[in-house]
DNA sequence: TCAACGAGTTCCGATAAATGGAACGACGTT
DNA sequence: AACGTCGTTCCATTTATCGGAACTCGTTGA
């Protein structure tokens, strides 16, 4: 969404386009996605594909590799936040009985990293991995209200805003006001506006001025349960984010 | 488990010592794994954090980025393998109710693409993205018996043959042989020889001399399922596999 | 107190790799 | 048969990578 110096950066800005694309592309679609001359960017992609980050079907259109499978999945089961977490996920969702997510900042979007539902009969991999925009989603706004007044206008700076639905945050200035909100508060709301007919109420993981920016949700829809019985959680939600935040630091701070 | 050349060869060698360690590696041990001068790794080091897909710890120790999480989410969700190869899993499951797996062959290595199973209340992600030798898994050997005879010593020469159990074979010699027996056969069993008290019956997905070599396999616990029961289902085995690979030609073959 | 060590980081000339413009070959179209 | 499109290859130029060495900082031990 936002690299491109460095070779390697050029070379991730093609997976980034090849990701970011709905529809298969050919390599003249990529032509026009990645700003780079044609002898280049065939060999940017020619390496991808040996080092099998990419994978060409034999229609000459490009899919992610399944290298990048090997390497996630080894990400996510040990990633030391997602470990550190998990068992406050599912003691707030033993008290709650919704469904909680786990999400990090990654630029200016929301990396789902977990989720706890009572219906594990959906198919796995859920969204666990998905990419939501930070302006638009509660963990997103969490996140965001952990940053010095810099980062965050370094990052407002580059979203473009969009309206997923009526309620969606228009501008900067609308998101200025919200991050200010939700630091008064202590938790964030997010009023379906992301999508319609689920909303949800988030609190932030990490401290200002550390590297680490997360958040947890709890998430329903809108016909089955109101906002006031989820924002009546808010003091939940907060209290299982400071947990993992202490987690965290403890953890961290003396030894691996 | 095998790139290098390149820049991109390099930075991804990296990101392999570090998934390839079950406990977390600081600076100096990166070092050690990856035949690189400290300079030269610093700086790759460096690339791959300011990218996403290196994670910095506070005490220095590294883990892959959850970057990678996001891209593989995208690549395991449009993989047009997996879609089409996924309802025969299920109609294979429900004929059989074991558990089916769906492997690819990357290198001399199996990476699993999906799972069918009764008990969907074990924790999700399970397996999918994991990694296994090829010599001494079922769907592995089945790949293996796709490749011309070049390609099958090519990729022999660069196995390290470990004994994971007292069944598992132990040397090229011993593979060429199960090779040909299950060229023979059409199927390949898997008698416990990467983990004691599982085994498995699996067949080949993909043609000679095409690029794809995958493979899906009925796997069980020894104690309560003979090999005899699983050997007796190789003929639904092999026609399944043969059904996606018949998909996949149908489907890839005039376009998109 | 000071020297020695190890870990991580920075610097910079030499070198090798990426760049990108242009030409080429393969198809399908008009 | 001439044309446009798409993918691929080539090669002189440019640029980033390479890697040895020096530097910083915290720790250990005499």
Redesign the interface.
């Known amino acids: 969404m936002h690299?491109g110096t460095?070779?390697?950066?050029k070379?991730?800005a093609v997976?980034d386009a090849v990701?970011a694309s709905q529809v298969?592309l050919r390599f003249t679609d990529l032509l026009a996605r990645v700003d780079q001359p044609r002898g280049t960017l065939h060999r940017q992609i020619s390496?991808?594909v040996?080092?099998?980050?990419l994978q060409v079907?034999?229609?000459h259109?490009y899919?992610?590799?399944?290298?990048?499978?090997?390497?996630?999945?080894?990400?996510?089961?040990?990633?030391?936040f997602r470990n550190i977490a998990e068992p406050h996920l599912i003691e707030l969702h033993k008290k709650v009985g919704e469904t909680i997510h786990l999400g990090?900042l990654?630029?200016i979007?929301v990396?789902y990293?977990d989720?706890v539902e009572s219906s594990?009969?959906v198919r796995?991999?859920?969204?666990?991995?998905?990419?939501s925009p930070c302006y638009c989603t509660g963990v997103g706004k969490a996140a965001l209200s952990l940053l010095s007044p810099a980062q965050l206008e370094e990052r407002i700076s580059v979203i473009e805003f969009r309206n997923y639905t009526p309620t969606t945050i228009a501008d900067a200035d609308g998101l200025r006001r919200e991050i200010e909100d939700i630091r008064a508060k202590g938790y964030a709301l997010d009023r379906e506006e992301h999508e319609a007919g689920i909303h949800c109420v988030a609190a932030a993981i990490g401290s200002p001025g550390e590297p680490l920016a997360a958040g947890i949700s709890i998430t329903a829809p809108v016909y089955r349960l109101p906002l006031e019985t989820l924002e009546s959680w808010a003091g939940e939600v907060h209290q299982a984010a400071a947990a993992i935040t202490e987690d965290m630091r403890v953890r961290?701070?003396p030894?691996?």
Do not use: C, Y
């Open positions: 690299s460095g070779t390697l950066g070379a991730i997976l990701a298969p390496n991808l040996e080092e099998g980050l079907n034999s229609d259109s899919e992610l590799g399944i290298r990048l499978l090997r390497f996630a999945s080894n990400a996510w089961s040990r990633s030391k990090v990654q630029g979007e990396i990293l989720k594990q009969a796995m991999h859920s969204q666990i991995g998905n990419a961290a701070g030894r691996g």
